[in-house]
C-alpha cells in the first residue's frame, strides 16, 4: 500500500502528546534565539517513529520529501528514516538520488538529532568511495547545520579506520563560534581516538592551545584521568 505525505501525518498526530511536546521543546532550546528557534514537536518518541518507518517502505519518495518539509520535528524525523531504508535497500542509482535529495533539502535538516541520525547513512556511506569535495563545501557552509552534517558524516569513514578527512574537517572547525560545532567535532575526534590514538594525540599536540575547550573535552573524554588532566591544564607535549 503507498501512502500519501497526509496519511502518514493523521498517524503521527494520533500518536502525539502535548506533555512530550513541551519536555521536547525545551530539550531542543526551541526558545526565541536559541538554536532550535521555533521547531514546532508533536511529542513522539524516536522508537516509535522508527516503529512507524518500517510499515511505510511503500511511500513514494515524493511524499516523503513533502514530510520532510513539514513544519514538524517528528515529521523530518520519520522522512530521514524513511530516505535511510530507501538508501539502504536501493541500488546505485536510487542511492544518488537520495543523496543529492537530502542535500537539495538541508534547510529542513535543522537540528542536531536530525543531522545526527542521518548524514553517516546519507552522505558518509555515499562518500565512501567518491570524492570527499561535497564535505568541504559544506563544512565552509554559512548554515550551523551543513556544517555538522560534514562532520559528522565522517563516522562512516572512521569506522571503516580512515581518519584523513575527520582530521582535515576538524582543523577547519577550529575556529567556529557555535558550541554544537565544538560538540560534534570534539565527539568525532574521540570516535577517533578510540580507534587509533596515536592520530588523535597528533592532532592533540598541534592544535589542543587553540582549541575550544568543549571540543577538547569531548575528544579526550575516554582518556586515562592523569592524560586527561595534562590536556586540561595545557600541557601540549
Known sequence: MEYTAAVITERLEALASLEAARIAQRFFKTG??????GDLFRGIRVPVLRKLSLTLDATPLPEVIQLLSSAWHEDR??????????FQQGKD?????????YLAHTRHINNWDLVD???PHLVGSFLQHRDRAPLYTLVNSCTL????IAIVSTIHFIRQREFTD???????????KEELLHKA????LREVGKRDRDVLEIFLKNHSRFMPRVM???????????????????HFT
Open 77 to 86: 524525523l520519520l522522512a530521514l528514516l524513511l530516505l535511510m531504508r530507501r
Open 32 to 37: 526565541a534565539g536559541q538554536y532550535g528557534e
Open 93 to 101: 542509482e536510487e542511492k544518488e538520488r537520495i543523496y543529492s535529495l
Open 216 to 234: 577538547l573535552r569531548y575528544s579526550i573524554e575516554h582518556f586515562p584521568e592523569e592524560r586527561r588532566q595534562h590536556y586540561l591544564k595545557g
Open 145 to 148: 547545520w551543513e556544517r555538522r
Open 117 to 119: 541520525i542521518s548524514a
Open 166 to 176: 575527520t582530521i582535515a574537517l576538524s582543523e577547519m572547525l577550529l575556529h567556529d
Open 185 to 188: 567535532t570534539g565527539w568525532m
